[in-house]
């Protein structure tokens, strides 16, 4: 088990590199986690909502994502409620207070998923949240040490010393916990170092002493490897090439509970395009394609559209005949408005929405998630030359949206025919309920084209040479040569 001194010190990228890493060596491996708190969720093969991250990690390990992977989800609606998924499905919501009434259902989901798990691989690498020693929330937990206590898991414990006092977290952490967990320790890892390793030797044997407990290795701050994450700033995954006359320039809303941030990141390796993401109407600028992207609370999110001077840049920016695309709640917000009668989202039945597309959403209390073959069916704008090229991806949604005559359908479904996001007359507004578009390197270098194309430039937009499975083996190869794989080995015996 991989746990930390905090959040985002690197557990998920450490636990997708053992993936890979037990995966390369010819055992069968799975990823496990008990509860994520996130809004950047996928779906499995079939139809059960998880974290990204688990998803990523399973990919490493050359095996299909299953819910048993992370039982319990929580998507943040508000500063203490969170929408439940329990078992991939929408449970209800939770509040914070509330928690410890619900541990017991919550954990028997989790025992059972992780026992699965265990009877069915040759090794399990379990991720933590946060950090084991939050003494004032471990009545409640249910994913750090009572998880490694069911499990009788070795644990690794990560710091992260680019945010300065890793030795004292790490002793902390150690200190805080009890004594039956301290002996489940079987070493530390320091994360996110810049510099010469030797300076830190004298410090690394006095917390050795301190603790009796090894330092495994020491991982350098790691820049050229790419592997989707729980969360991540918005900062790491902007971008900007080519020369200022000549690039394309794409801002994606920064709604502050946008799902699924990274299913733009393949811009972000294109050539000739600056990809930038914006909170406020004073760094919106004038933008080649602004991209509305999903999020867990549509009408909050539209509020903070319009509270931040952000509608009126959007409304400005689609007058002056520039291309605008809306993915999933995004698509919600640039209809005509919102029904909520069942007050899933709030309390107004109604809501304004943007008024961009001619169409409208209700919701309802289904979720749909699914994975989803589509083709395009559009041929003008922003999808010229696109009709009937096949695209696949996945829908995470509640609520369905219905259009009006003279919308155009842009995108439907394989082999049933069901429409999955729309056009206006222009073809320069888009919409979709299909996460994951960007994903397809001709669906994006086709956007991009046309875009180049209505603006007068002839600039070839292609993706930059990628590949995942390259990426999860450079993770690998980063923590055979920095950690100590033997004793890591020696631990799981």
């Given at each position: 088990?991989?746990?930390g001194?905090?959040?985002?010190?690197?557990?998920s990228?450490?636990?997708?590199g053992?993936?890979r890493?037990?995966?390369q060596?010819?055992?069968?491996v799975?990823p496990?986690?008990?509860q994520?708190?996130?809004?950047n969720?996928?779906v499995?093969?079939?139809?059960f909502?998880?974290?990204?991250?688990?998803?990523?990690?399973a990919?490493?390990?050359?095996i299909?994502?299953?819910?048993e992977?992370?039982?319990?989800?929580?998507?943040?609606?508000?500063?203490a409620t969170?929408?439940?998924?329990?078992?991939?499905?929408?449970?209800?919501?939770?509040?914070?207070?509330?928690?410890?009434?619900k541990?017991?259902?919550?954990?028997?989901?989790?025992?059972?998923?992780?026992?699965?798990?265990?009877?069915?691989?040759?090794?399990?690498v379990?991720?933590?949240?946060?950090?084991p020693?939050?003494?004032?929330?471990r009545a409640g937990?249910i994913?750090?040490?009572?998880?490694a206590?069911?499990?009788?898991?070795?644990?690794?414990?990560?710091?992260?010393?680019?945010?300065?006092?890793?030795?004292?977290?790490?002793?902390?952490?150690?200190?805080?916990?009890?004594?039956?967990?301290?002996?489940?320790?079987e070493?530390?890892i320091i994360?996110?170092?810049?510099?010469?390793?030797?300076?830190?030797a004298?410090?690394?044997?006095?917390l050795?002493?301190?603790?009796?407990?090894d330092?495994?290795g020491?991982?350098?701050y790691?820049i050229?490897?790419?592997?989707?994450e729980?969360?991540?700033?918005?900062?790491?995954r902007?971008?900007?090439?080519?020369?200022?006359r000549?690039?394309?320039e794409?801002?994606?809303?920064?709604l502050?509970?946008?799902?699924?941030?990274d299913?733009?990141?393949?811009l972000?390796?294109?050539?000739?395009?600056?990809l930038?993401?914006?909170?406020?109407a004073?760094?919106?600028?004038?933008?080649?394609?602004?991209?509305?992207?999903g999020?867990?609370?549509?009408?909050?999110?539209?509020d903070f559209?319009?509270?931040?001077?952000?509608?009126?840049?959007?409304?400005?920016?689609?007058?002056?005949?520039r291309a605008?695309?809306?993915?999933?709640?995004g698509?919600q917000?640039?209809?005509?408005?919102i029904?909520?009668p069942d007050g899933?989202?709030?309390?107004?039945?109604?809501v304004?929405?943007?008024?961009?597309?001619?169409?409208?959403t209700?919701?309802?209390?289904?979720?749909?998630?699914?994975?989803?073959?589509?083709?395009?069916v559009?041929?003008?704008?922003?999808?010229?030359?696109?009709?009937?090229?096949?695209?696949?991806?996945?829908?995470i949604?509640v609520?369905?949206?219905?259009?009006?005559?003279?919308?155009?359908?842009?995108?439907?479904?394989?082999?049933?025919r069901?429409?999955?996001?729309y056009?206006?007359?222009?073809?320069?507004?888009?919409?979709?309920?299909?996460?994951?578009?960007?994903?397809?390197?001709?669906f994006?270098?086709?956007i991009?084209?046309?875009?180049?194309?209505?603006?007068?430039?002839?600039?070839?937009?292609?993706?930059?040479?990628?590949?995942?499975?390259a990426?999860?083996?450079?993770?690998a190869t980063?923590?055979?040569?920095?950690?100590?794989?033997?004793?890591?080995?020696?631990?799981?015996?």
């Amino acid at each position: 088990m991989v746990q930390g001194t905090g959040s985002s010190v690197g557990k998920s990228l450490i636990v997708t590199g053992l993936c890979r890493l037990f995966a390369q060596d010819g055992y069968r491996v799975a990823p496990f986690k008990a509860q994520n708190m996130s809004l950047n969720s996928g779906v499995t093969p079939d139809g059960f909502e998880i974290g990204r991250a688990q998803l990523a990690q399973a990919q490493a390990a050359g095996i299909q994502p299953r819910v048993e992977m992370n039982p319990v989800l929580l998507k943040p609606e508000g500063d203490a409620t969170s929408q439940l998924v329990l078992m991939g499905k929408m449970d209800g919501e939770v509040h914070a207070r509330d928690f410890l009434t619900k541990r017991e259902r919550l954990w028997s989901a989790i025992t059972e998923s992780l026992d699965t798990l265990r009877s069915e691989f040759d090794i399990v690498v379990v991720e933590g949240a946060g950090s084991p020693a939050e003494i004032n929330l471990r009545a409640g937990d249910i994913v750090n040490m009572e998880v490694a206590l069911h499990a009788n898991a070795p644990v690794l414990i990560v710091g992260d010393i680019d945010k300065g006092g890793v030795f004292a977290a790490l002793y902390g952490t150690q200190r805080l916990i009890s004594e039956k967990e301290r002996k489940l320790v079987e070493g530390f890892i320091i994360n996110k170092f810049r510099g010469d390793v030797s300076l830190l030797a004298s410090g690394i044997d006095e917390l050795e002493r301190l603790t009796g407990v090894d330092v495994v290795g020491v991982l350098p701050y790691l820049i050229d490897v790419y592997v989707p994450e729980e969360d991540s700033p918005m900062r790491a995954r902007m971008s900007g090439s080519g020369a200022e006359r000549d690039r394309i320039e794409v801002v994606v809303v920064a709604l502050p509970h946008i799902a699924n941030f990274d299913e733009f990141d393949p811009l972000a390796r294109m050539s000739g395009l600056e990809l930038r993401y914006v909170r406020s109407a004073d760094d919106f600028g004038t933008p080649d394609l602004v991209i509305l992207p999903g999020t867990k609370t549509t009408t909050q999110d539209l509020d903070f559209v319009r509270r931040s001077g952000m509608a009126t840049m959007i409304r400005s920016h689609f007058l002056r005949g520039r291309a605008l695309i809306g993915i999933c709640g995004g698509l919600q917000m640039l209809g005509k408005r919102i029904n909520d009668p069942d007050g899933i989202e709030s309390d107004r039945p109604i809501v304004r929405a943007l008024g961009i597309l001619d169409i409208e959403t209700t919701f309802s209390g289904e979720k749909t998630t699914t994975l989803t073959d589509a083709r395009i069916v559009s041929d003008h704008g922003l999808l010229t030359g696109m009709a009937g090229i096949p695209v696949s991806g996945y829908e995470i949604h509640v609520g369905d949206s219905h259009a009006s005559q003279g919308i155009n359908t842009a995108i439907e479904s394989v082999p049933h025919r069901h429409t999955l996001g729309y056009s206006d007359a222009t073809g320069l507004v888009f919409g979709s309920y299909m996460h994951g578009l960007f994903q397809n390197e001709h669906f994006s270098e086709r956007i991009l084209a046309n875009i180049a194309r209505m603006s007068g430039r002839n600039i070839q937009h292609a993706t930059n040479p990628f590949s995942q499975e390259a990426e999860f083996d450079k993770l690998a190869t980063h923590l055979r040569n920095h950690l100590d794989i033997d004793k890591i080995y020696q631990s799981l015996n």
